[in-house]
């Protein structure tokens, strides 16, 4: 079996356990169409890669109440990110200024975004940084304060600080989920302050999410996803909140 339909299915088991809380193996075998032995070596896979808890016959995800570290998340639907991001680097002219939030999803905007000349990028996500330090004529500022060691970010005061005292051309910034009445979710309140002051820098604004966003519940809420002014995804999102960001005017862009 080739590595990418192994990796979709994990993926899918992933976003399965995301939105059902927990389930059986034979119960993920029954919906992915596969052998209940296949779905035990996936989540033998997933448990190792810190991604799925297994406990008493029934799986779920390792830390239901938080974000999951960088490095598992960066393995999670990696041609979606991939796909996201040359979507939106398709958005960004040569030249604009950019503030880029954290996370997995716009670390792979700034890989695709690596290939412009004479950008000039503001954000808080060391990821990013690294990714595009080879990007022609680039010019990159970093909030500054305590870094999160765990996602080599920076979030607090001083990021927030940082984003209110820039006006760029365009905002790129993620989150933790996105609610089914379109409500934009975060693990928690720092995320929650760093996302809103990405938002309000920019003059226009792209939220970027890959599948397993969306029905994903997290703790905090703040805005809607009709306050960007494009969203790039890579999943389907509710008809009900499709349908508000058509009336609303935004831009759907589906990879």
């Not at 990418?4 to 939105?19: A, F, G, H, M, T």
């Not at 809380?21 to 035990?40: F, H």
């Amino acid at each position: 079996m080739r590595q990418s339909e192994i990796s979709r299915r994990r993926d899918l088991i992933v976003n399965l356990l995301s939105s059902y809380g927990e389930l059986s193996a034979g119960s993920l075998a029954d919906m992915l169409k596969v052998t209940v032995q296949t779905v035990r070596a996936d989540l033998r896979a997933l448990d190792e890669g810190g991604l799925v808890r297994r406990r008493h016959g029934v799986a779920n995800l390792a830390t239901p109440t938080e974000n999951l570290s960088y490095q598992p998340r960066l393995a999670v639907s990696r041609a979606e990110k991939d796909r996201i991001g040359a979507a939106v680097a398709e958005l960004i002219p040569a030249g604009a200024s950019v503030a880029m939030g954290t996370g997995t999803t716009v670390e792979a905007c700034a890989r695709a975004l690596a290939r412009h000349e004479g950008l000039t990028v503001f954000t808080n996500n060391i990821h990013a940084v690294l990714a595009l330090r080879a990007a022609p004529g680039i010019s990159l500022s970093l909030a500054g304060g305590v870094v999160r060691l765990r996602d080599l970010d920076f979030v607090g005061a001083e990021s927030t600080e940082f984003f209110s005292r820039i006006k760029p051309d365009h905002a790129i910034y993620s989150l933790g989920g996105v609610a089914e009445n379109g409500q934009l979710l975060d693990f928690n309140m720092d995320e929650i302050r760093a996302r809103r002051a990405i938002h309000d820098c920019a003059r226009n604004r792209i939220i970027v999410i890959d599948h397993t966003k969306i029905g994903r519940l997290a703790h905090y809420s703040q805005g809607l996803l009709w306050d960007a002014e494009t969203i790039v995804c890579s999943g389907a999102l509710p008809e009900l909140t499709a349908e508000r960001l058509r009336a609303e005017g935004r831009s759907l862009i589906c990879v």
